[in-house]
């Protein structure tokens, strides 16, 4: 039987996060301790845990038919690779610091400077744009004390909440990129193993819409129901029933988690009552 080869980075947050998403889709893997490759019980697909630096290239050779990796990793290392979606999570910058003692105008100030960093292709490209030339050092583990040790005058790494560059002394001053987990696919990928990744994408796509939305039971007064209809965006229209009470109904709807307490808060003045939030498991459309 055809299988698809997905590739996931070996270790860390992006690791447990990919193996949920894939969990939320319905599949199941099978993965004993320090597996480096392992399969799926309930649907025709294989897992291989890779190195994040290392995944561009297999994808390249088609060795694994898709991964899950980040966006980051791609501008790097893998500009040439198909991106199928974007997931969502995973999410980070791509940023220059320097260390907090330093007055910091523009990103000019890194003319002729040190840097420090695991991207070397993403600060070049950068710096290039903005017509200036430094000097980089390639260091493919923590990048962050460079300063300290007088190896750097500044670094180049990925930041999420920021409290490394804090520990370390440093400050964000320029952020290149932002990143976020995404679905690739290489283009070496067949026609059999395609119709797969289309299977899977419609999973992983139900899985995310669920994410970013709640689901909204309420009762509304009959009198003041068409204001609270005007209120509620839906995914078509919202769904209203009759209560037992008389001059009541019920309404159903899906609101976007990003929007939901300023229309919660709309909601309750415009007369909703016993407002009901439940989370959605998958949403098919």
């Given at each position: 039987m055809t299988k698809i080869r997905i590739a996931i980075q070996k270790a860390g947050r992006l690791n447990e996060e990919s193996l949920q998403v894939l969990k939320d889709c319905g599949i199941s893997i099978d993965n004993g301790k320090d597996?480096?490759?392992?399969?799926?019980?309930?649907?025709?697909?294989?897992?291989?845990?890779?190195?994040?630096?290392?995944?561009?290239?297999?994808?390249?050779?088609?060795?694994?038919?898709?991964?899950?990796?980040?966006?980051?990793?791609?501008?790097?290392?893998?500009?040439?690779?198909?991106?199928?979606?974007?997931?969502?999570?995973?999410k980070c910058k791509v940023s220059l610091a320097v260390p907090k003692s330093v007055k910091y105008n523009s990103v000019n100030d890194f003319e002729g400077k040190r840097i420090a960093t695991?991207?070397?292709?993403?600060?070049?490209?950068?710096?290039?744009?903005?017509?200036?030339?430094?000097?980089?050092?390639?260091i493919s583990g923590s990048v962050e004390i460079a300063p300290n040790i007088g190896l750097a005058d500044a670094i180049c790494d990925i930041v999420s909440s920021g409290s490394t560059l804090f520990k370390n002394n440093l400050k964000e001053v320029e952020v290149m990129l932002t990143s976020e987990a995404v679905l690739a696919v290489s283009?070496?990928?067949t026609v059999?193993?395609?119709?797969?990744l289309e299977k899977l994408q419609f999973r992983i796509q139900s899985v995310l819409r669920a994410r970013g939305s709640?689901?909204?039971?309420?009762?509304?007064?009959?009198?003041?129901?068409?204001?609270?209809?005007?209120?509620?965006?839906?995914?078509?229209?919202?769904?209203?029933?009759?209560?037992?009470?008389?001059g009541w109904s019920s309404v159903h709807t899906v609101i976007n988690k990003d929007k939901f307490w300023e229309v919660i808060d709309e909601l309750?003045?415009?007369?909703?009552?016993?407002?009901?939030?439940?989370p959605i498991e998958k949403m098919v459309l």
């Open positions: 597996q480096l490759k392992a399969s799926s019980r309930n649907f025709p697909m294989e897992v291989f845990y890779l190195r994040n630096g290392d995944i561009p290239q297999y994808l390249r050779d088609g060795v694994v038919d898709i991964a899950i990796i980040g966006e980051n990793v791609l501008v790097e290392k893998g500009t040439d690779i198909i991106i199928a979606e974007k997931l969502g999570f995973s695991s991207y070397p292709n993403t600060v070049l490209n950068y710096l290039k744009e903005k017509g200036v030339k430094a000097d980089l050092h390639i283009p070496k990928i059999e193993r395609k119709e797969l709640k689901y909204v039971l309420l009762n509304a007064p009959n009198d003041k129901l068409d204001g609270i209809l005007k209120l509620l965006p839906g995914m078509r229209s919202p769904t209203v029933l009759p209560l037992a009470d008389e309750k003045k415009a007369g909703a009552e016993g407002i009901l939030v439940c």
